[in-house]
T-cell receptor, first 110, second 115 residues
Framework: QKEVEQDPGPLSVPEGAIVSLNCTYSNSAFQYFMWYRQYSRKGPELLMYTYSSGNKEDGRFTAQVDKSSKYISLFIRDSQPSDSATYLCAVNTGFQKLVFGTGTRLLVSP | GAVVSQHPSWVICKSGTSVKIECRSLDFQATTMFWYRQFPKQSLMLMAT?????????EQGVEKDKFLINHASLTLSTLTVTSAHPEDSSFYIC???????????FGSGTRLTVV
């Protein structure tokens, strides 16, 4: 079993839709949760960072962590074509190496 | 804040030559930096953890003599691909963490093409 599971997609939605991206993890020791957006041929860009259960909102993005079920989500409201990218979830226990999901490719059509 | 600069952004080299990639933390000190490799349409694969003032820790299956890592200061880590071959062509990315209260920041990546 992989430490972090993520559906690779692609996920295709029309512009304006609400997008839900999800990951599950197996190790309850993970305390830090991140979502990255990666455009083609670019380095990953940090979108959201949380270290507790609950919701965290930043503009159109909401990150949700449920430690009891080991489930993390990223919601994108009013999706735009510019949101088309690969979204990677990542977890770790502190300053150690990140454990990544496989990434979900999102396509937002005009 | 928490900017990581990576150079060059792309490089083409001849087979058998060596290529050095630099990763700098611009506004924070990074005791630890990470080097990743990414193939098209795949997730990031951790190659090694670079520790300032000590030897890097390589992941299983990564040749330490081929991928030389030097972390000479708290703001600079370098990855040298020695005797490069076409199969080393890939996207290489570094990352670092400024503080426990922030996520990891990534460089913009280096696309290496060996011809």
């Amino acid at each position: 079993q992989k430490e972090v599971e993520q559906d690779p997609g692609p996920l295709s939605v029309p512009e304006g839709a609400i997008v839900s991206l999800n990951c599950t993890y197996s190790n309850s020791a993970f305390q830090y949760f991140m979502w990255y957006r990666q455009y083609s041929r670019k380095g990953p860009e940090l979108l959201m960072y949380t270290y507790s259960s609950g919701n965290k909102e930043d503009g159109r993005f909401t990150a949700q962590v449920d430690k009891s079920s080991k489930y993390i989500s990223l919601f994108i409201r009013d999706s735009q074509p510019s949101d088309s990218a690969t979204y990677l979830c990542a977890v770790n226990t502190g300053f150690q190496k990140l454990v990544f999901g496989t990434g979900t490719r999102l396509l937002v059509s005009p | 804040g928490a900017v990581v600069s990576q150079h060059p952004s792309w490089v083409i080299c001849k087979s058998g030559t060596s290529v050095k990639i630099e990763c700098r933390s611009l506004d924070f000190q990074a005791t630890t930096m990470f080097w990743y490799r990414q193939f098209p349409k795949q997730s990031l694969m951790l190659m090694a953890t670079s520790n300032e003032g000590s030897k890097a820790t390589y992941e299983q299956g990564v040749e330490k003599d081929k991928f030389l890592i030097n972390h000479a200061s708290l703001t600079l880590s370098t990855l040298t691909v020695t005797s490069a071959h076409p199969e080393d062509s890939s996207f290489y990315i570094c990352s670092a963490r400024a503080d426990i209260h922030y996520g990891y920041t990534f460089g913009s990546g280096t696309r290496l093409t060996v011809v």
